[in-house]
């Protein structure tokens, strides 16, 4: 009899084993790869807010408080409840972008922001991202930028100054990481 119960315990490992194989072997040629499935679920990301302007060519809208989120094929933009193409977005309008690529301007180009790794982060800390424009710059690198919850000031280098204008948008992430713990 225990030969029986081993030889069927055998057997119900090996099934189990099968299935997972299967699922693991329908996820690889269904294109559903852990890659593919992480980068879904980032993009299907919804974004509200007001359009400020909008960049036709590039198609990238550009939010009141500075946010840039470019359509791809995937992207579905509601306005007034509609869905809506770039093209037809006015300034003014209340909109909810699904699936869009959070883009900022770079030397004329718009590159994808994509937030740094989990491991730059320490352990206990708080990233978030701040969208705002800048408002006044000073010569000696002063810059004020001003978000939805208020005005701070950053000081950069003086050559990094001069290449800013009033109304450019900022992108600030910041991290606030606890004071590391001391001998005593």
Known sequence: MGDSTQWGESRMRRNACTVVLVFALFGMFSGNSGKANAQTAVQAQETTGVVARVDQRANVVILDDGRMIRATPATVIMAGGSPAAVASLKPGTMVVIRSGEPVALS??????????????????????????????????????????????????????????????????????????????
């Open 107 to 184: 030397g004329g180009q718009y590159v994808v922001v994509s937030d740094s790794p989990a491991a730059s982060v320490p352990v206990g800390a708080i990233r978030t991202r701040v969208f705002g424009r800048v408002k006044d710059i000073d010569r000696d690198g002063d810059v004020k930028i001003e978000t939805q919850s208020g005005t701070f000031h950053v000081r950069i280098s003086p050559d990094a100054a001069r290449t800013l204008k009033d109304g450019d948008t900022a992108t600030i992430d910041v991290i606030i990481a606890p004071p590391a713990p001391t001998a005593r």
